[in-house]
């Protein structure tokens, strides 16, 4: 597996708390991506880096904000998480514009809003 | 806007036997499409992609072969095995740049001894 580590792996926490999910990577890929997984879904993109402090929504971004300070870090924060919120979400890198465009997961985070 | 559908959502079939998944996609300009494996509880993970200068790709049982025209692309799995039960996953990147993905809902692929 590509260097990408997500924490926490697993999180309780109740309506309107904020949260903040962390992707880390060790190689120094330019791209970060943030999706959730839910059934019958798919994977739908959130936001997305293309590179330090350069960030942007993608399709279901309402009630998610990113931050990156460093290449290798890509923080994921839900103001004042709801019960739709609750999900599995993946971090993605990829390395290159204009390819390779693969893109590689990590091992995701379960979050579950009471 | 962008979109990708995946067909068919649940897929069952004997050991041996093959399966075949079907996705369409929207946008005209997408020039690269990959195919994820994801076995329950773990992460998505990239088992063979084309790109649109080819029509077809091989890697041992699995082939995916493309029609640009039609806007589908199609993952087949040759002498299907247990370790093949998963959900499987297609995508097609944007043409918006930043290597975004775009990806279908997904196919539960059981494989029965």
């Given amino acids: ?114 | 806007g962008e979109n990708v559908e995946q067909h068919p959502s649940t897929l069952s079939v004997q050991e041996g036997d093959s399966a075949v998944i079907k996705c369409t996609y929207s946008d005209s300009a997408s020039n690269y499409f990959p195919w994820y494996k994801q076995e329950l509880g773990k992460r998505p993970q990239l088992i063979i992609d084309i790109r649109s200068n080819v029509g077809e790709k091989k890697d041992q049982r699995i082939a995916v072969t493309l029609n640009k025209t039609a806007k589908h692309f199609s993952l087949h799995i040759t002498e299907t095995q247990p370790e093949d039960s998963a959900v499987y996953f297609c995508a097609a990147i944007s043409s918006g740049g930043y290597n975004k993905l775009i990806f279908g809902a997904g196919t539960r692929l059981a494989v029965h001894p």
């Fill in chain 1, 1 to 114: 597996d590509a260097g990408i580590t997500q924490s926490p792996r697993h999180k309780v926490t109740e309506t309107g708390t904020p949260v903040t999910l962390r992707c880390h990577q060790t190689e120094n890929h330019r791209y970060m991506y943030w999706y959730r997984q839910d059934p019958g879904h798919g994977l739908r993109l959130i936001h997305y880096s293309y590179g330090v402090k350069d960030t942007d929504k993608g399709e279901v971004s309402d009630g998610y904000s990113v931050s990156r300070s460093k290449t290798e870090d890509f923080l994921l924060t839900l103001e004042s998480a709801t019960s739709s919120q609750t999900s599995v979400y993946f971090c993605a890198i990829s390395a290159l514009a204009g390819g390779p465009y693969e893109q590689f997961f990590g091992p995701g985070t379960r979050l579950t809003v009471l």
